[in-house]
């Protein structure tokens, strides 16, 4: 079957790095999408990777190891409206987006 | 900047009763998507079109749900009659829908539904 895992909740402090982490399984694998999501608001597109390594945006980089079936969410510099949820979604080779259910990021003071 | 509209924000309605979300997508995107997502889960797939034709509709549950997009542009999603279960919120994406393309898919604001 077709899965994403991520965790539920992470805790960092502001000015810190956080790393959120994405394993998948999907039926073939046409790229890996990290989308940020405030809440009672819509997703907002952050990222695709669909090449092995590291893709940088400003504070914000997204990695990816096909091989492993592996992405990771690196922030930086963390600022309180960091705070969300970021979701981790792998496209499979009908061009459907599988969807993980989320990691809430709180950030502290 | 481009947007995906979506109205209305928010919908309480009682159960039995019917509702409809309108969604626009984003001027020349040919896909459209409707999402349902719960909360504390990632968006659910509901139905796909390109342009005017449902694309994937598997999940939709058609005892109660149906989704037109009669021009290939803007789109509604009706439920009738609404069940309690059916609270949460409704997304609509859209993509540009270049055939066999990794296409980022862009969200409207969404519509909250309250069923009572």
């Known amino acids: 079957g077709q899965n994403i895992d991520q965790p539920t909740e992470m805790t960092a402090t502001e000015g810190a790095i956080v790393q959120i982490n994405c394993t998948y399984q999907?039926?073939?694998?046409?790229?890996l999408f990290w989308y940020q999501q405030h809440a009672g608001e819509a997703p907002t597109f952050l990222s695709y990777?669909?090449l092995d390594g590291l893709e940088e945006k400003g504070r914000f980089s997204s990695f990816l190891s096909r091989s492993k079936g592996y992405s990771y969410l690196l922030l930086k510099e963390l600022q309180m409206k960091d705070s969300a949820s970021y979701l981790c979604?792998?496209?499979?080779?009908?061009?459907?987006?599988?969807w993980g259910a989320g990691t809430k990021l709180i950030i502290k003071p | 900047e481009a947007e995906v509209a979506q109205s209305p924000r928010y919908k309480i309605t009682e159960k039995s009763q019917a509702v409809a979300f309108w969604c626009d997508p984003i001027?020349?995107?040919?896909?459209l998507y409707w999402y349902r997502q719960i909360l504390g889960q990632g968006p659910e797939l509901l139905v796909q079109?390109?342009?005017?034709?449902?694309?994937?509709d598997s999940q939709l549950p058609k005892d109660r749900f149906s989704a037109e997009r009669l021009k290939g542009v803007d789109s509604t999603l009706k439920i009738q009659p609404a069940e309690l279960g059916d609270s949460a919120m409704y997304l609509c994406?859209?993509?540009?829908?270049?055939?066999?393309?990794?296409?980022?898919?862009?969200f409207g604001p969404g519509t909250r539904l309250l069923v009572l």
């Open positions: 990777n669909v």
């Open positions: 079109f390109q342009d005017e034709s449902v694309v994937d």
């Open positions: 001027s020349g995107h040919a896909t």
């Open positions: 979604a792998a496209m499979d080779s009908n061009y459907q987006l599988i």
């Open positions: 999907t039926s073939g694998f046409n790229g």
């Open positions: 994406a859209s993509s540009l829908g270049l055939a066999g393309n990794q296409e980022t898919q862009y």
